[in-house]
């Protein structure tokens, strides 16, 4: 069975940086896509930031150019840097697969406020 372990989540000051990851286990790791997803309060959960097993990185408008995503596959581990912290990036953050998607984890809470 797959499990998605998220950490790294926190309170940080608008400008601020976080750096998140995601443990995977149960799964042969490198043949994943991966997403990071976030989701605000009242607001429905949405992908932030892909990588594909090549590498291949794509991103959502709203965090093109801060956000950062990448993988370690002897880790079996996928990051999320995260610069230039917006209030509006507050959310849950969790990663899963792009397709088949898995139980959700936990995720990690981060808060962007002064």
């Known amino acids: 069975q797959v499990q998605l372990v998220e950490s790294g989540g926190g309170l940080v000051q608008p400008g601020g940086s976080l750096r998140l990851s995601c443990a995977v286990y149960g799964t042969i790791f490198i043949w994943q896509d991966m997403g990071w997803y976030r989701q605000a309060t009242g607001k429905q959960r949405e992908l932030v930031a892909s990588?594909?097993?090549?590498?291949?990185?794509t991103y959502a408008d709203s965090v093109t150019g801060r956000f950062t995503i990448s993988r370690d596959n002897a880790k079996n581990t996928v990051y999320l840097q995260m610069n230039s912290l917006k209030s509006e990036d507050t959310a849950v953050y969790y990663c899963?697969?792009?397709?088949?998607?898995?139980?959700w984890g936990e995720g990690t809470l981060v808060t962007v406020s002064s």
């Open positions: 899963n697969f792009l397709l088949p998607q898995q139980q």
């Open positions: 990588i594909r097993r090549s590498g291949t990185a």
